[in-house]
């Protein structure tokens, strides 16, 4: 079993691109998150996905942001006309969600996608 | 809105000691708290996982407390190791708007362990 993963690592874009990051959760898990974390600071919650549906976004999300998990499995986050106020890394997290209760498992985070908009 | 402060911002201790990192939460009405270790550049790495009925969980060195109606939780590292030396991050778990869960994290405590 591998963990979480992301892809890329490592984006170096110029301001006013798009970029997309990926990420592939721990395959028996039903949630995964999105957070971003900027120097010195510890991660904020930017949304979530249960199954294929996105449950809860942050006001963090600007409308320059749509996050997508098409078939329940991985999950892309899409920035569009970046802005040097998105460089962050930014972090996917899965969990278990047993059916039926609302008892959330432990989050497991991936490597993160270190994001340098110049 | 949910608050977490962590206690110290950071901390260098010589091998071998034992220490504390304090993390505190302002609502209480919290399903559970995970502490996470963070090295450079990397991603986080869960350490340990408290539910809200539960007072401490222990992993090898690590002991974690909670105590919810005052809003703290404390990770206790015993005999410090080099290896040790990383940001060690408090996030809180709760719950809003029905079942939407999530976790609100603190600034994180940046440990040294000199040898």
């Known amino acids: 079993d591998t963990g979480v993963s992301q892809d890329p690592r490592h984006k170096i874009t110029k301001r006013g691109q798009n970029v997309t990051f990926r990420c592939d959760p721990i395959?028996?898990?039903?949630?995964l998150y999105w957070y971003r974390q900027t120097l010195g600071q510890g991660p904020e919650f930017l949304t979530y996905f249960q199954n294929e549906a996105q449950l809860e976004k942050s006001r963090l999300l600007s409308d320059r942001f749509s996050a997508e998990r098409p078939k329940g499995s991985f999950s892309t986050l899409e920035i569009q006309r970046t802005e040097q106020g998105d460089s962050a890394m930014y972090l996917c997290?899965?969990?278990?969600?047993?059916?039926?209760?609302?008892?959330?498992?432990?989050?497991?985070f991936g490597p993160g996608t270190r994001l340098t908009v110049t | 809105k949910q608050e977490v402060t962590q206690i110290p911002a950071a901390l260098s201790v010589p091998e071998g000691e034992n220490l504390v990192l304090n993390c505190s939460f302002t609502?209480?009405?919290?399903?559970?708290l995970q502490w996470f270790r963070q090295d450079p550049g990397k991603g986080l790495t869960s350490l340990l996982l408290i539910q809200s009925s539960q007072r401490e969980q222990t992993s090898g060195r690590l002991n974690a407390s909670l105590d919810k109606s005052s809003g703290r939780s404390t990770l206790y590292i015993a005999a410090s190791q080099p290896g040790d030396s990383a940001t060690y991050l408090c996030a809180v778990g709760a719950f809003s708007g029905g079942s939407n869960y999530k976790l609100t994290f603190g600034k994180g405590t940046l440990l040294t362990v000199n040898p």
């Open positions: 997290a899965s969990s278990l969600v047993k059916g039926g209760t609302v008892g959330v498992g432990e989050q497991y």
């Open positions: 609502d209480s009405a919290i399903y559970n």
């Open positions: 395959s028996e898990h039903n949630r």
